[in-house]
């Protein structure tokens, strides 16, 4: 094989060996010169798979392989490349956009908090305002012949509608920030509502506005029970007493009576005020309940809700202890307990 692998062809055109003559394309070869470049041929052909053998070709196949992921890997590069200057983009134009926007919001906030500013300094303008002006309202109140022009002038329903939203909303106050009990009670927003809660009860201490308030002001009176219930204990004693006050007077009438007394919280109110803690509302409180003692359609109404004993042990807690005032109308409505008790067996 290496003798004919490495050896030489013959020379086809060698002037000794082999004479050929160019007639019409076609060359004269001698047929032994034919026959060795064959048997050559085979031989190659023979021999060549053995040379070449399958790790060569494997490696071949491996290499055409990875041309060809690498020719895909050029093009997914260059696309991932296209996309990367895409999103390049992208990102500066968001980040300039969240530049501008957290400018605009710096810019809003400033104006927010002047906003604010001026908002707070209006509010304390109004509240003043407010205060003076049911502080002038109150003193006006007084008068008998001031609540009768009032009621004429047909003016005294919608100043009720907003004294009550008044009123709820301080209380509503209260009970979304706990600690404003114990704040200053000389504020321009505690004069205000003790204005307005000072006018009602000079209302209703004239025989004319507590027969309104007992025909025309259901809402304002169920609003003054609710926010009794609502305040905590020792909580703004002056505002409680206000509103008690009002609602005794309205109880002088006979029609006002019974509708405070048709509310079912009435008693446990009554209840809860007699041990508030601040001896004018405990006052207060029971010359409400002696008012409801003294009408005789309210106590077969209210039934044995008032011979409870709890109700009693209060009361009589009250008669030994306090200011002689309050020592008293505890007494007095002590007794007025025993003697309906007394006559609620006598008649059983």
């Not at 490495?6 to 007639?23: D, F």
């Not at 990875?66 to 200057?85: I, P, S």
Request: charged content about 25%; overall charge negative; some cysteine.
């Amino acid at each position: 094989m290496a003798a004919s692998l490495g050896g030489k062809c013959p020379a086809l055109s060698h002037p000794s060996e082999m004479k050929a003559r160019k007639q019409d394309g076609f060359v004269r070869v001698r047929k032994s010169d034919l026959e060795k470049l064959t048997t050559e041929v085979m031989q190659l052909r023979d021999f060549l798979p053995r040379v070449l053998n399958g790790d060569l070709m494997d490696t071949l196949q491996r290499a055409r392989t990875a041309q060809t992921v690498k020719e895909q890997l050029a093009q997914e590069q260059q696309q991932l490349q296209q996309e990367r200057l895409h999103l390049q983009s992208r990102l500066d134009a968001v980040q300039t956009e969240c530049q501008k926007e957290r400018e605009e919001k710096l810019l809003l906030r400033e104006q927010l908090w002047q906003s604010g500013a001026e908002l707070q300094q209006q509010a304390g303008f109004c509240s003043a305002l407010g205060s003076a002006a049911c502080s002038l309202l109150w003193s006006c109140s007084a008068s008998e012949d001031s609540v009768s022009r009032w009621l004429a002038d047909g003016k005294l329903q919608s100043f009720l509608l907003v004294a009550a939203q008044t009123l709820e909303s301080f209380v509503r106050s209260l009970d979304e920030e706990p600690k404003a009990q114990t704040e200053d009670h000389n504020s321009q927003e505690h004069q205000f509502v003790l204005a307005v809660a000072g006018t009602i009860t000079n209302i209703a201490a004239v025989t004319c506005g507590r027969d309104f308030l007992s025909c025309s002001a259901h809402v304002l009176l169920d609003t003054l029970m609710r926010l009794l219930e609502r305040m905590a204990p020792g909580g703004f004693p002056k505002l409680k007493v206000l509103m008690l006050m009002a609602l005794y007077n309205v109880s002088i009438s006979v029609k006002g009576l019974k509708c405070i007394s048709e509310d079912p919280g009435l008693l446990p109110l009554i209840w809860t005020l007699l041990d508030d803690g601040d001896w004018e509302v405990c006052l207060h409180s029971l010359r409400l309940l002696q008012s409801v003692l003294l009408e005789e359609e309210v106590l077969l109404l209210l039934g044995s809700s008032l011979l409870d004993p709890d109700l009693r042990a209060r009361v009589s807690r009250l008669s030994s202890s306090g200011p002689p005032g309050l020592r008293l109308a505890a007494q007095q409505t002590l007794e007025d307990l025993l003697a309906l008790q007394q006559g609620r067996q006598s008649a059983s």
